[in-house]
């Protein structure tokens, strides 16, 4: 059991670039969430998958952020045209699922972000 | 509507000394409770956790934290605080899905 993974850990782009983040969780887990993190701030959750499904989305990702989940198992983070504000920390975790996991989340080292 | 406060946004305590660390939080129905600490540029480590049973909770690192439903509380204490404590902690409630997370606590540790 190798943790959460992701990928990279720093991202330096210029306004109005793409930026894609990627995340491992670990192996046995269904779940897995991406949070955002800004400076002084606990992390705010975006949105989670259970398996492949992407079953809820947070009023913060906007229509230039969109996660992906293909095969249920690593994930994508893409952030189109970024913006200064996009400047965060973003971070992946995930959990069993399981009834008895009572939502136990696992975090990654995360990816810092920064727009120039 | 979920919320978590932790109105001590730094903490300076000297090694050795006791710490006490507060959570207050807002949740519509039982609430799973997180302690996490962090790292500069590090992401988030478990630290402990209560989904229900004995309301005194043993974490790692000798930490412990105390439910009490009737304060909405869920504070973080350790009797002797080491250097390789000074950290970012931070409070979490969830549900059966996401975590919401409290703004942090930066804990200070003088030699």
């Known amino acids: 059991d190798t943790g959460v993974s992701q990928d990279p850990r720093h991202k330096i782009t210029k306004r109005g670039q793409n930026v894609t983040f990627r995340c491992d969780p670990i192996s046995e887990h269904n779940r897995l969430y991406w949070y955002r993190q800004t400076l002084g701030q606990g992390p705010e959750f975006l949105t989670y998958f259970q398996n492949e499904a992407q079953l809820e989305k947070s009023r913060l990702l906007s229509d230039r952020f969109s996660a992906e989940r293909p095969k249920g198992s690593f994930s994508t983070l893409e952030i189109q045209r970024t913006e200064q504000g996009d400047s965060a920390m973003y971070l992946c975790?995930?959990?069993?699922?399981?009834?008895?996991?009572?939502?136990?989340?696992?975090f990654g080292p995360g990816t810092r972000l920064t727009v120039l | 509507a979920q919320s978590v406060t932790q109105p001590d946004i730094h903490i300076t305590v000297s090694e050795g000394a006791s710490l006490e660390l507060r959570c207050n939080y807002s949740?519509?129905?039982?609430?799973?409770l997180f302690w996490y600490v962090q790292s500069p540029g590090q992401g988030l480590q478990l630290l402990l956790k209560y989904f229900s049973g004995d309301t005194l909770v043993q974490g790692i690192k000798g930490f412990e934290a105390e439910f009490k439903r009737s304060q909405s509380s869920f504070n973080l204490r350790k009797p002797s605080v080491h250097w390789s404590d000074a950290a970012e902690y931070f409070c979490?409630?969830?549900?059966?899905?996401?975590?919401?997370f409290g703004t942090g606590t930066r804990l200070t540790v003088i030699p």
């Open positions: 979490a409630v969830g549900g059966a899905n996401n975590l919401f």
């Open positions: 975790a995930s959990s069993s699922g399981g009834p008895r996991s009572y939502n136990e989340q696992f």
């Open positions: 949740y519509g129905a039982t609430p799973y």
